[in-house]
């Protein structure tokens, strides 16, 4: 499938108008101040490469929160455009866009503010279609949705895959397809619905599964069992708790030492609060000195819990998508990525 896709490269953009849909829906502080950036710094080189291959302009397209918050991309933008070293011209609505020719980067505000975007209403992507003439897709975490910005776009104009996109697919298709083994699954959170799905397929196709977080506090409470060859370990101090034990921090711990693969996706506990880091810390200590596996680790709240982190380089792949790598591990195929087909 990786090979299928249309790659940014691949594509004439002298003298373009570029639409870049980005993932800047990144976690902000209470002063509106970026606390995990890793979501914007993975989106430059293609903004870059489009702008040194002689792109005339960049629109980029984010969304930010829910749709019903409403909320401004300014502070965003605002980051974004030290770290990109071009201003970022943000913009209220599409004509605004259409009309501003002279801005090298101009921005779209949050565009789950309008009603079609989510729904993919045709006649909205047809509208964000007309702001450009290329389309390129570098928002992974949004892949596994319909949405106008995502699967609409690309009915209208020539669409690509970014940079980044086909590191995440080759990367996670790596662990879905051909996984050395022991292949040892670390899932914890809070999105049991999302989240169960894949956990009984990766039953029967990982060798163990470590559940923590609310996750398993939910598993043991609801009974809930995976059928398959993989061992399912879950927390030994039961299911009222805020952070996983010490002696389930150490069992973890000894099975990620011994494993060939490690997929992690969400913390082990309540993290946002210091006194429950420490069953996160412990997961992320164990990877990284796993020097032999390979490591793939993704979630928006398992990100901003480690995004900090001195030796996060050590991890072979860090996704930015949450529920598109699940989505991704569990289907093999996104409605975005088949879009760029
Ligand atoms: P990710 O975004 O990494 O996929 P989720 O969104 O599934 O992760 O879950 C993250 C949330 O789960 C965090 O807000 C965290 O506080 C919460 N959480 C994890 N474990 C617990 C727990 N034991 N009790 C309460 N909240 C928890
Ligand atoms: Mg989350």
């Given at each position: 499938m990786q090979s299928q896709l249309r790659r940014v490269e691949t594509a004439n953009v002298i003298g373009k108008r570029v639409i870049v849909r980005v993932d800047w829906n990144v976690t902000l502080g209470k002063?509106?101040?970026?606390?995990?950036d890793t979501r914007i710094i993975r989106t430059l080189p293609t903004i870059k490469w489009l702008l040194t291959s002689g792109a005339r302009q960049i629109v980029l397209i984010s969304h930010l929160g829910?749709?019903?918050?409403?909320?401004?991309l300014e502070p965003i933008a605002r980051y974004a455009e030290k770290l990109l070293g071009e201003k970022i011209v943000l913009k209220r609505t599409i004509p605004q866009v259409r009309d501003d020719v002279g801005s090298r980067v101009i921005m779209l505000e949050n565009v789950r503010m309008w009603e079609g975007e989510d729904v993919n209403e045709p006649a909205f992507a047809r509208e964000l279609a007309s702001v450009g003439e290329i389309y390129v897709n570098e928002a992974f975490g949004e892949c596994h949705r319909e949405s106008a910005s995502i699967v609409g776009i690309p009915l209208y104009l020539p669409s690509y895959a970014g940079l980044w996109l086909v590191e995440e697919l080759e990367a996670i298709l790596k662990v879905r397809d051909n996984p050395a083994r022991p292949l040892v699954v670390v899932m914890g959170g809070a999105k049991i619905e999302d989240k169960l799905p894949l956990l009984q397929l990766l039953a029967q196709r990982a060798d163990t599964i470590l559940v923590g977080g609310k996750l398993a506090n939910q598993f043991i409470d609801s009974g809930i069992q995976l059928t398959g060859k993989a061992r399912v370990l879950l927390p030994l101090e039961g299911s009222d708790l805020l952070d996983i034990g010490e002696e389930s921090r150490k069992i973890f711990a000894e099975e990620i030492a011994k494993a060939q693969t490690v997929v992690w996706n969400g913390p082990m506990g309540k993290v946002e609060d210091p006194q429950y880091r420490a069953g996160t810390e412990a997961i992320y200590t164990a990877i990284v000195a796993n020097e032999s596996a390979f490591t793939l680790v993704g979630g928006g709240d398992t990100l901003a819990a480690i995004g900090k982190e001195e030796h996060l380089y050590r991890i072979d792949h860090v996704s930015t998508g949450g529920g598109a790598m699940l989505t991704l591990l569990e289907k093999g195929m996104l409605p975005g990525l088949e879009a760029l087909i």
């Open positions: 002063a509106l101040q970026v606390v995990d829910k749709a019903e918050e409403k909320r401004s």
